[in-house]
C-alpha cells in the first residue's frame, strides 16, 4: 500500500464547476497536510495547508480533513481552464521528519 | 526578493561525467531537500539537510551526494552520470520548524 494514495486521473470538469480532489494517506501518526499544483513543466507550487480536522478556505480552494478516516480533499470553485494541472498531495508527520508526496491527480478544465 | 534558484534549468550529458547540479536559495530556510520525479510519478526524496553540515539520504536510493558547507547552497553531484539518471531532479527548502516546501524551478537532467 502507498504511504499516500491518489487518483492520477485525468479529472475533467467544465469551466465554472466544482473541482474534487481526494487524497488517503496510511499513516495515522500524520499532523500536516498539503496541497501542491503543478503546472506541466514546472515545479511545484503549495496552494493549500492543513493540520486540523475540518474545512479551511482560501479564496476559490477549500481544504478538507477527516483524520478519522485519514482524508484529505481540496475542492476548487468556479474552477478555470488556468486551474489545468496536476494537483500534488503531500503528508508529513510533523516537526523533523519527511513529508511525502502522492502521485497527483491530473485536473482538466474544460472551456 | 526572496527565492530558490537552481542551475541549470537543461542539462544534457554523456555517460560517465561528472556533474553538480546547484540549488541556492534567499529564503533563510534551515532545511534543504533534493526531489526526484520522473514523467508521471511521484516526487521521491533523495537528499536533505537540517543545515550547515548536516546531510542525510532519503527514501529513494540514490548515487549522488550532497554538501552542505553554506546555510543558502546545497549542490547536488553526480562522480559519474548514467542513463538511468535521466530525470528532473527538484530542490526545495522550509524554514526549521514548518514542513512547507518552496521548490527552485527544477534541473531536468538527460545521461546519453
Known amino acids: 500500500q502507498k504511504e499516500v494514495e491518489q487518483n492520477s486521473g485525468p479529472l475533467s470538469v467544465p469551466e465554472g464547476a466544482i473541482a474534487s480532489l481526494n487524497c488517503t494517506y496510511s499513516?495515522?501518526?500524520?499532523?500536516?497536510f498539503f496541497w501542491y499544483r503543478q503546472y506541466s513543466g514546472k515545479s511545484p507550487e503549495l496552494i493549500m495547508f492543513?493540520?486540523?480536522?475540518g474545512d479551511k478556505e482560501d479564496g476559490r480552494f477549500t481544504a478538507q480533513l477527516n483524520k478519522a478516516s485519514q482524508y484529505v480533499s481540496l475542492l476548487i470553485r468556479d474552477s478555470q481552464p488556468s486551474d489545468s494541472a496536476t494537483y500534488l498531495c503531500?503528508?508529513?508527520?510533523?516537526?523533523?521528519?519527511?513529508?511525502?508526496f502522492g502521485i497527483g491527480t491530473k485536473l482538466q478544465v474544460i472551456p | 526578493e526572496a527565492d530558490i534558484y537552481q542551475t541549470p534549468r537543461y542539462l544534457v550529458i554523456g555517460t560517465g561525467k561528472k556533474i553538480t547540479l546547484e540549488c541556492s536559495q534567499t529564503?533563510?530556510?534551515?532545511?534543504m531537500y533534493w526531489y526526484q520525479q520522473d514523467p508521471g510519478m511521484e516526487l521521491h526524496l533523495i537528499h536533505y539537510?537540517?543545515?550547515?553540515?548536516?546531510?542525510e539520504k532519503g527514501d529513494l536510493s540514490s548515487e549522488s551526494t550532497v554538501s552542505r558547507i553554506r546555510t543558502e547552497h546545497f549542490p547536488l553531484t553526480l562522480e559519474s552520470a548514467r542513463p538511468s539518471h535521466t530525470s528532473q531532479y527538484l530542490c526545495?527548502?522550509?524554514?526549521?520548524?514548518?514542513?512547507?516546501?518552496?521548490f527552485g524551478s527544477g534541473t531536468q537532467l538527460s545521461v546519453l
Open positions: 526545495a527548502s522550509s524554514e526549521w520548524a514548518d514542513e512547507k516546501l518552496f
Open positions: 499513516d495515522r501518526g500524520s499532523q500536516s
Open positions: 492543513i493540520y486540523s480536522n
Open positions: 503531500a503528508v508529513g508527520s510533523g516537526g523533523y521528519q519527511k513529508v511525502t
Open positions: 529564503m533563510g530556510h534551515d532545511k
Open positions: 539537510s537540517y543545515g550547515v553540515n548536516s546531510t
